[in-house]
Every structure is written in C-alpha cells, then in structure tokens.
C-alpha cells in the first residue's frame, strides 16, 4: 500500500519513544521506506539500534556527524520525505516547530521539508492543556500541520487525562490515509500488461520493438495506490516490476502473453493493455545463425491480445493503446471500435515527450461514447492517474 512512499520519522524524548518502535514496524510492512530521526533525549529512552534494525536504515542522531560521503543529512531527508512525522512530540518539539527553532537535526529537518507533516503529541496532562501549548498547536495548525491528537487514559506520571500518544496503530492509518488518499479501486482486480514482447528469428536474432515498459509501470503503481490487486504481465521491460503487486507473470512471445492475458483476466474487472506486443512473427525461426549477403524473412499474424478480450468482456472494463504516427484520431477510433475496448489511449509516438522509453507521454483519451480529453505533455504517472479516472468513470 505504501511502495514508494518515503517516511521520516522525528522521535523526540518522552516515554511513549517505546510506541514509535511499532510505527516504523508497520509503515515497513505496508512497504514504506523509513527514516528515523531521533533527539539526544529520545536516544535516552530506546537505543537507536532499536529504530535502525526495524527501519534497516541508518537512525540519524547528531546534526555534526562525520561525513562519510557529501550528504547534508538535514536537507536530503527534508527533500526524500513524502510525509514528516513526528512521533512522540513532546511540547518542547511542538513549541520549537511553532517558533521556527532549528536547533538539532529533527527541528531542522522538519523546518527544511515541503512534505506534510503530521503531529503526534505526548506528554503530562497539564502540559497539555497549557495555554502555551494550545497556542503552538494552533499555530501549527493554522500552518498546515495535521494533528493526530493524544488519547485520554492514564500516563507514566500517575496522573489521569489527556496526553497518551494515539496507537501506533491509528497514526499509521493517519499516514495512509494522508498518503493514499483515494482508495476508489479497492475491492478491484487489474490487469496490466507491459512492455516488448520478442520473436525469434533464429538462433541469436529476434524481432522486438522500444517499448520500455514504463508506462504500464506507472499505471501499476497507481492501481495499488488506489487500493487494487494487480497482475502485471510483462514482456521486456526497462524498468523494476512495482513493488505490491499481487502477481507478477514474465512473457516472452506475444503467443505467450495471449496465453497469460486470457487466463487472468477471467478474474478481473479492468484490462489496462499499454504493452507493445509483437504484431507478426517469422513463419520460420531458424535453429542455427541466418548467413548471407541478403535474406527474406516471411512473417504471419500473431494473435491478437486486445480484440481476443474484448470479444468475451462482458461487464468488464478493457482499455487499450495505440501508438500512432499517422491520422492518430481517426486510427485511434477505428481501433477502440475493432477490439470492442470501453477507452483508447492514443498518442503520436513522433511527437517530442511521448513514445517510448522516456519517462513522458502525450496522449489523447477516446471513450467508447467518443469523449475525447488531451492530457498535454505529462509524466507517465499523471497520465496513469488520469486513465484509471476516465475509466472508474465509465
């Protein structure tokens, strides 16, 4: 759910630095990458090993450490942070970080990132409801700073009240909630397909084309966000299979990733096919190396994938691609009616920032009712967004 995300964690002193041992073990089984920042107090409280052995990263204690390679600490994790969290924060923290006070690597961190920044706070019941603290909560919030807001209950001083840190487990939710704020494709199955796929020709050569993956990427990485269960089935891809997906299938041939795609998409809801398979194969693949000043090669139609889906869809949603560099509306359009697809996303793969193996697209979105939206130059994850908007919508 959280594949991607980057997480600094602030731990200031106070007693509940216990709890925040639990808030990293579960942002790093959500699959979060944490960061963990911890004031000289907090270190008094849990052993920063503690932190570094279930972040597996190394917990940042001390603003004049030795540098061991030019990183200025305060200012890369200010920029890596996708989220700021500081959790406990003690009413020295919170009065630090509403009067701009930077004076140890969590306030100055806190101070020099853009991220959101999310506000656990935990101490003395009086602390609490002191005037001076609720006017640094307010501060903060006026800011932009969300609360997670403490719990009533007893605390380590004896004293009964307001002040216990909220469960690791609610603040977790808080950052996903924060993260991922639309879960509008949980309970979805998603079919994806990516990439290249290959044809021999003989025993070194193939026939393959510059798909490189990465839109279909993207659009994985923003189902699982949105909540979805992908299987991603790819061919050759230059980039990593997302992290969450619930399976990953790896195809060679398009007769291969036929196979594949009808099996899965059985059991799903949506087919998103920005793959680039092989159109035509060699009616022959020759065992041994092609020799010879000049060869003819002979090519028969290879299955297709999109009008085999869209034959048997039913109620299920099926978008589909077209790379054009010719009459691309009116290509586009011919194509979305053939394959019987619900959306097409077409683009001219001549034009500067779209096509293959860059990390921007061009395109335009034509729905079954002929609804036509230009997305202008974008990157491959915006666009991935505004596909999977088009076709919720549909």
């Known amino acids: 759910m959280l594949y991607g995300k980057s997480v600094v964690l602030g731990v200031s002193g106070g007693i509940a630095c216990y709890k925040a041992c639990e808030i990293v073990s579960r942002l790093k089984k959500l699959g979060a990458d944490v960061d963990v920042i911890m004031t000289k107090h907090a270190c008094d409280f849990v052993a920063p090993l503690t932190f570094q052995t279930l972040a597996k990263s190394t917990v940042v204690t001390d603003e004049f450490a030795p540098v061991k390679e030019y990183d200025i600490k305060h200012i890369s994790l200010a920029k890596k942070a996708d989220i700021f969290v500081v959790a406990p924060a003690t009413a ?3 009065a630090k ?3 701009g006070i930077a004076d140890d690597m969590l306030s100055t961190t806190c101070l020099a990132s853009c991220a959101p920044k999310l506000i656990c706070p935990a101490m003395n019941v009086a602390m609490y409801g002191n005037e001076a603290t609720a006017d640094n909560i307010r501060i903060l919030e006026e800011r932009g700073m969300i609360f997670c807001q403490p719990t009533e209950g007893m605390l380590a001083c004896g004293d009964v009240g307001k002040g216990r840190m909220a469960e ?8 996903v909630e924060i993260l991922t704020p639309r879960q509008d494709m949980d309970g979805k199955t998603v079919l994806v397909t990516a990439g290249g796929t290959e044809e021999s020709l003989d025993a070194v050569r193939v026939i393959t084309n510059r798909s490189s993956g990465k839109m279909g990427a993207s659009i994985t990485s923003a189902c699982i966000e949105r909540g979805a269960k992908v299987v991603f089935v790819h061919g050759n891809i230059k980039t990593d299979i997302p992290k969450g997906v619930y399976k990953s299938i790896a195809v060679r041939t398009t007769d291969e990733m036929y196979g594949a795609c009808l099996r899965e998409f059985k059991e799903a809801d949506i087919a998103i096919l920005s793959a680039a398979p092989a159109d035509y194969r060699p009616k022959k693949a020759y065992d041994s190396k092609i020799k010879g000043d000049e060869i003819t090669v ?3 139609k290879n299955p297709d994938i999109a009008a085999a889906l869209g034959s048997g869809k039913e109620r299920r949603k099926l978008v589909i691609f077209a790379a054009e560099t010719d009459d691309l509306i009116s290509n586009a359009k011919q194509k979305l009616t053939k394959k019987n697809a619900d959306l097409v996303v ?5 034009k500067e920032g779209a096509g293959f193996d860059i990390d921007t697209n061009i395109a335009v979105l034509i729905d079954r009712f002929g609804n036509e939206t230009e997305s202008g130059k974008v990157s491959k994850r915006e666009l991935a967004d505004m596909i999977i908007d088009r076709v919720l919508s549909l």
């Open 92 to 94: 020295n923290v919170i």
């Open 97 to 99: 970080l509403a009067n």
């Open 168 to 175: 690791p487990c609610d603040i977790v939710d808080k950052i």
């Open 298 to 300: 002979e090519f028969v």
């Open 346 to 350: 077409a683009n001219d793969v001549t």
